[in-house]
């Protein structure tokens, strides 16, 4: 038991001599951040689980901390629990939104407890498709006239004999089932459940060279890694959709747009006129998609790169 | 007498029962061919029903800005921060928290070894030194913040409400129809109402928490109470001891250590929780985990779920040896150890306080990149070596085994269903099992959501039965030998708090998208805790009962068929209630990789606004197949439980 003792004291002994050379804390911190951070205050940015939203998020939160001083606090939210944060007071932006009619309405007609501040620039694409291999090999599966010609191939376990048509994460909207009695498809819509399950899928089907159609969409990072090709399915003219019951074309391509809550609006806050001027285009929101998903950055170092190399577009969003 | 009256039934009716199960089911086949199709129920997937539409209409009417909630809110909310402060976040005007992880590791040591031994404490110190190493130190202690904070609540509520359960029988009945809802419903179906009530925050983080982890040491507690020999309690009583004295000096210090168990299981369900409470922004390793997802990236999300496991083997073995541990008063050299401790610890707090590099933890060394890289290439291995093999097996166990009981259950008229779940329940449970059929089929068919429901069914009957088998063969195992004990437990842990994502992306590749690998998710998440109940009960069969076995020259198998199994049939009981409950709270991971059915319903009601409703029905709809299949089993145990001990006597 002696010998613990001592070897307590030599190491207390040891740390004190050790330790007492190191750098005492506070001593390298530069004094408070000054005056600056006053005019806009704190900005509450929601942050939505995938990675476009982050790249959107990661420069505006750059620009805003760095041009503007905000305290940025960015949360990492569901979409749903991103806009029941505007009623509350938790959350100040959300910086893409895939159409969600169901919550402008809710919030932005029935509550006003939040206002749409413009497109983001970014379009969205929604629809069917198949791993590069397959486009290959047959080239007029991408017709969707063809599909049932092909339905054979697409058989699984869990299709029940018919061809499968594997749909992602049930935040995006689809009208797959629909779709596919509508145009009389011999497919059978499952429900993969994640957008997880869909990229696994399909690097499995690239690499094995398995056939697979799956619901996806655009702007992806995964496009980086392998470009998967669209199926064409009847043209989509305005209305065609109105039905979700008798839908027999293809989805709308997507606005994506920006909402604020409506105190965030009013506030007068410079970070409200950033979000309001934000607007890029997809090629720009992939180089940051790419740099985060591919390259492996932070959020701030992927921004960081982006806006040193398009300064002129962010001096725009800032009114300079 | 009426115990006489019943073994002359039971002995009568022993053989006719599976003679009548095994009617019924040939007949319900026979029935199927005839009727199939006809009354499914079928619900497509973006369909609801008026009930649906009703329930999502008022999602938001109960409670917002109520002062009840209010005050629980900011209650949390400080408690959370403060533990925050102290552990993980710049606090209090300076860069840093409170104390610097030199001061946590040795605080943390310092109390495993006073409340615990020695080889605990140097585990704490190791597993908090990994963890740093891992580059995860302030993601942990924010996990850990937010993890005490959980337990400690959930405990507060859990022990109390036990050891009622265990006295009370009315308040036991009660509390498991309450504990099966709490765990079985689907956190999705609670988690952003939740925000609305408690707003975003750290609040909702830790209730959410503590509504799924609070229910294992309410039960266990519960278990332990009543476990304790009628003879014991008996004698305490004739020597004159009042209640509370009985209690304390009797019931309390016997259940000592299954409550202690129960403790364990609240911690892995708080660590479980980790990764869910990370949606609404709850701080640490469940939102490393989640962001590395998002790119499925397998490594990074390994280190996060690395951690999360390394934090709960510490935190279990730690409360373990301390359950362990006689309670008697301290030697004085002992005390002066402690003191000389203490005085150590007070000066690593004050260093870490002091010294930037006793307050950060040192990024030179960062073995969490070489983990990262090292899991990624491991898992393309995997993938490369087994891809071809693994979709044989689960299309072979797909065809033969789920879709005939998925085609069986699904195509039959939901009153034939109905009909022969009733009579299964009468014959294996009488009324008591009867009753509950009955008035559970109803309501599932009330909830809109009855054909998701068989397609559930069969995946969880499946699920289940290989959970049992697995859970029993490896408990017993564990039970007996301690050495297997010791190492398979890790194992266990890893199986229950690492986020059941980590694994799911390589299964994802090895099985594609799929019911099966939704069970085999379900399978790993629910063994770990029949394992643990079932050894539990196992290693507390008393040494002389087994040795009084072995002496007569009992065969190994004669003594664990005869002796152990039998003896602790209470525990192994338990057991298969909480791997059908584990397995039935996957249901909705289940249905993010592939399973449909209602875990999809209750995401896709989370992630919809539109089908909020159809989620909260398809969420009741899971509990109330756990109350189902749970009651039966239980009024079935409780009628087989009855003649191994008649048998014996005669």
């Not at chain 1, 205050?41 to 982050?54: D, K, M, Q, R, S």
């Not at chain 1, 920006?258 to 409200?272: E, L, R």
């Amino acid at each position: 038991m002696k010998k613990l003792r001592y070897a307590g004291v030599l190491t207390a002994v040891a740390l004190a001599l050790t330790g007492c050379g190191g750098e005492k804390i506070g001593s390298q911190q530069p004094a408070a951040d000054g005056g600056n951070g006053k005019e806009c205050g704190t900005f509450n940015l929601a942050v939505n689980p995938w990675v476009g939203y982050e790249a959107n998020a990661a420069v505006v939160a750059y620009v805003a901390t760095k041009d503007l001083g905000c305290e940025v606090v960015k949360k990492n939210l569901k979409e749903e629990i991103s806009w029941q944060g505007f009623g509350t007071g938790e959350v100040d932006a959300v910086l893409e939104n895939w159409g969600h009619e169901d919550l402008k309405k809710k919030y932005i007609e029935e509550q006003k407890v939040a206002v749409a501040a413009g497109s983001t620039g970014v379009k969205g694409v929604i629809g069917w498709y198949v791993p590069p291999w397959m486009a290959q090999q047959y080239p007029d599966i991408t017709d969707w006239r063809n599909l049932n010609k092909y339905a054979a191939l697409f058989k699984t376990s869990e299709s029940g004999g018919k061809g499968q048509l594997l749909d992602g994460d049930p935040s995006y909207v689809t009208n797959d089932e629909a779709l596919v009695k509508n145009l009389k498809l011999n497919y059978e819509v499952v429900q993969s459940g994640s957008e997880t399950a869909l990229i696994q899928a399909f690097r499995i089907a690239e690499k094995d060279k398995k056939p697979l159609l799956a619901y996806f969409y655009e702007p992806q990072w995964f496009f980086n890694e392998l470009k998967l090709v669209k199926v064409n399915l009847p043209k989509y003219t305005a209305g065609c959709d109105a039905d979700p019951a008798k839908v027999a074309c293809d989805y709308p391509p997507y606005d994506l747009d920006k909402v604020v809550s409506k105190k965030f609006a009013d506030s007068g806050s410079p970070a409200y006129d950033l979000v309001k001027n934000f607007q890029w285009t997809n090629e720009d929101q992939n180089a940051v998609a790419r740099s985060i998903a591919v390259d492996k950055l932070t959020p701030d170092v992927a921004a960081e790169k982006w806006v040193k190399e398009n300064r002129a577009k962010v001096d725009g969003w800032l009114g300079k | 007498m009426a115990a006489i009256t019943s073994d002359v039934e039971v002995e009568v009716r022993r053989p006719r029962r599976g003679v009548v199960v095994g009617i019924l089911l040939v007949a319900w086949v026979a029935v199927y061919f005839v009727l199939r199709g006809i009354d499914t129920l079928t619900l497509g997937s973006q369909e609801t029903t008026t009930l649906h539409r009703w329930l999502t209409d008022h999602r938001d009417d109960l409670g917002q800005g109520n002062v009840v909630f209010d005050a629980i809110r900011m209650t949390v909310d400080q408690f959370v921060v403060l533990l925050q402060n102290l552990l993980a976040q710049p606090a209090y005007g300076r860069p840093v928290p409170v104390i610097g992880w030199l001061g946590v590791v040795a605080v943390a040591a310092y109390l495993a070894w006073a409340f615990g031994n020695w080889k605990v404490a140097l585990l704490t110190a190791a597993g908090l030194g990994f963890v740093g190493l891992q580059g995860l130190w302030r993601e942990s202690m924010d996990t850990l913040a937010l993890t005490i904070a959980a337990v400690l609540l959930s405990l507060l509520v859990a022990i109390p409400l036990g050891i009622w359960a265990g006295l009370s029988n009315r308040a036991f009945r009660v509390a498991t129809l309450v504990l099966d809802l709490m765990q079985t419903l689907p956190t999705f179906v609670y988690l952003a109402p939740l925000t609305l009530f408690f707003a975003i925050g750290p609040a909702a983080a830790t209730i959410a928490t503590l509504v799924y982890a609070a229910p294992p040491a309410v039960r266990l507690t519960a278990h332990a109470i009543r476990s304790v020999p009628a003879e014991s309690v008996e004698a305490a009583r004739s020597l004159g001891s009042t209640r509370s004295q009985t209690l304390t000096k009797v019931l309390l210090p016997m259940s000592r250590s299954t409550v202690v168990v129960g403790i364990n299981q609240t911690i892995m369900a708080a660590l479980s929780m980790v990764t869910v409470a990370a949606l609404i922004n709850a701080p640490g390793l469940g939102d490393t985990v989640l962001k590395a997802l998002e790119t499925l990236d397998v490594g990074v999300a390994f280190n996060g779920g690395l951690a999360i496991v390394v934090l709960a083997i510490v935190l279990d073995r730690v409360t373990t040896a301390a359950g362990d541990r006689p309670w008697r008063t301290a030697s004085r050299r002992r005390r002066i150890l402690l003191a000389a401790g203490a005085a150590g610890v007070l000066v690593a707090v004050w260093f870490s306080r002091t010294y930037v590099w006793a307050a950060e933890f040192p990024t030179s060394v960062n073995i969490g990149s070489r983990i990262a890289v090292t899991t990624s290439n491991l898992t393309n291995w995997v993938q490369d070596v087994f891809g071809g093999f693994t979709y044989g097996v689960r299309d072979a166990v797909t065809k033969g085994v789920l879709n005939p009981l998925e085609a069986l259950l699904t195509g039959s008229p939901w009153w034939l269903v109905a009909t022969v779940v009733v009579a299964l329940a009468a014959v294996l449970g009488r009324w008591r099992g009867a009753l509950p059929a009955a008035v559970c089929s109803l309501l599932l068919v009330a909830t809109g959501v009855w054909h998701d429901s068989m397609v559930t069914l069969a995946s969880t009957l499946l699920a289940t039965v290989v959970v049992v088998a697995v859970g029993l063969v490896l408990g017993v195992w564990a039970g007996r030998n301690r050495r297997v004990d010791t190492w398979i437990r890790p194992v266990l842990d890893a199986g229950q708090t690492m986020p059941p994502f980590v694994y799911l992306v390589p299964f994802l590749a090895l099985f594609g998208t799929s019911r099966f690998t939704a069970i085999a998710a379900a399978i790993v998440f629910a063994v770990p805790v029949t394992t643990k109940i079932v050894a539990d009960g196992i290693k507390a069969v008393p040494v002389a009962t087994v040795e009084a076995a072995n002496s007569v020259g009992s065969s190994n198998w004669q003594v664990i068929s005869k002796v152990q199994l039998p003896v602790a049939r209470r525990a192994i009981t338990l057991a298969v209630n909480q791997g059908l409950i584990y397995v039935l709270s996957m249901v909705v991971v289940g249905g993010l990789v592939g399973a449909q059915a209602l875990g999809y319903d209750v995401y896709a009601g989370f992630t919809q606004s539109e089908l909020y409703g159809k989620g909260l029905a398809a969420g009741l709809a899971i509990v109330l197949l756990g109350v189902l299949l749970d009651r039966v089993t239980q009024a079935a145990a409780r009628r087989t439980q009855r003649f191994p001990r008649r048998g014996d006597k005669l």
